[in-house]
């Protein structure tokens, strides 16, 4: 099993920045993706970002001019630098792994709790 714990999560102005960082713990085979999803009130759970394994990264339209996201695999976290911060980046953000267990075979995705990134005047 894999459990993620999140944090970095808060209140932010307008054209500000903030740092998520989600680690992994437990036991598995191996992790491929490593990643953030967020879901707005009313809206659907999108792609933020995400790092594959090999290193290939994915985000999402709206945030790749305007987030960083960095995965650590000796320490397995992976982190997400949201800069010029709108308030339409409001929402619960989650983080997100996909891996393979000791126990069982094929794919396992699991999703932390979530953190909440508020961008309010």
């Known amino acids: 099993q894999v459990q993620l714990v999140e944090s970095g999560g808060g209140l932010v102005q307008p054209g500000g920045s903030l740092r998520l960082s989600c680690a992994a713990s437990?036991?598995?085979?191996?992790?491929?993706?490593m990643g953030w999803y967020r879901q707005a009130p009313g809206k659907e759970r999108e792609l933020v970002a995400l790092?594959?394994?090999?290193?290939?990264?994915k985000y999402g339209d709206s945030m790749k001019d305007r987030f960083i996201i960095s995965r650590d695999n000796a320490k397995n976290t992976v982190d997400l630098q949201m800069n010029s911060l709108k308030p339409d980046d409001t929402a619960l953000y989650y983080c997100?792994?996909?891996?393979?267990?000791?126990?069982?075979?094929?794919?396992?995705?699991?999703w932390g709790q979530g953190t909440l990134v508020t961008v309010s005047s």
């Open positions: 997100y792994v996909k891996y393979t267990s000791i126990y069982r075979s094929g794919w396992i995705e699991v």
């Open positions: 437990g036991r598995w085979r191996s992790i491929y993706d």
């Open positions: 790092v594959q394994s090999g290193s290939f990264t």
